[in-house]
């Protein structure tokens, strides 16, 4: 069984995913990075494919994406970073990113390799319904889950059409903005509610979520939230390396009755 949808059949609230860019802080943090997370409270983890135009992420992510450009990181060097980790780690892994990459690394090479590499599903945020119909049968051949994300503007007929594509879980966009915002969620109880049950799966929210409240207020009208911005600023203050800087953040956004 696909490890995402293992870990929805077994866990249902305060899922933790955690997102940060490969590559980032250095080169072959990746590695050092996925350990860490496997070894934390976090549930799955998200991995970025730096990208050198990244639209829908604010400053904090694309920060670390054109550092991690400029420490020679490509996809190639992902796979190779992941084949070296993928006995070690039981937790589901996703690769996120856009579709240049990929269709300059070849959609079949690019999903062929994620299935060596452990990976359980990907998210291309620039990849609509419509055009992803053309390579539906490629990463549905490689077991790879492809996650579909909505925003508070979705409507109800992109919602169905969408519903009729998607697997694994619904990627929730908070607001109307990039990541790593501060400002207020405009998803609903409602909204969330109705995500839920026009797609049958499992609703992470992510954009906004940061800390122990964000990530609570998130869980409770959803199966849990996704970090990234906030993560990758913890593993710019690593004073004590990056396993000790996973461990403390992850602590931090469980706290106690988790």
């Known amino acids: 069984m696909n490890k995402i949808i293992k870990l929805f059949n077994q866990k249902s609230r ?151 594509y998607a697997s694994g879980f619904i990627y929730a966009v908070s607001s109307y903005s990039t990541t790593g915002t501060s400002g207020s969620s405009a998803l609903k109880p409602e909204d969330v509610s109705e995500i839920s049950a026009i797609s049958g799966l499992p609703v992470l929210i992510g954009f906004g979520v940061k800390d122990n409240e964000t990530f609570r207020q998130a869980c409770s009208i959803s199966s849990g939230a996704i970090i990234g911005s906030a993560f990758i600023r913890s593993l710019d203050n690593s004073p004590h390396g990056i396993r000790q800087s996973v461990s403390l953040f992850v602590n931090n956004i469980r706290e106690e009755g988790d």
């Open 14 to 164: 305060n899922i933790l995913s955690l997102f940060f860019t490969a590559g980032y802080p250095e080169a072959d943090s990746t590695t050092e990075i996925l350990e860490a997370i496997e070894e934390s409270s976090a549930d799955m983890v998200e991995i970025g494919i730096p990208f050198s135009d990244p639209v829908a992420d604010g400053k904090v992510i694309q920060d670390s994406s054109s550092k991690a450009l400029l420490n020679g990181m490509s996809l190639e060097k992902l796979f190779e970073q992941l084949n070296v980790v993928k006995d070690r780690l039981s937790k589901p892994k996703l690769l996120m990113g856009y579709f240049n990459p990929v269709m300059q690394f070849g959609v079949e090479k690019f999903c062929k390799r994620c299935s060596e590499t452990g990976v359980d599903g990907v998210i291309v945020p620039d990849l609509p319904p419509g055009e992803y119909l053309a390579y539906r049968g490629i990463f549905e051949k490689y077991d790879l889950l492809f996650i579909f994300l909505v925003t508070p503007g979705t409507s109800k007929e992109r919602l169905k059409e969408i519903s009729g």
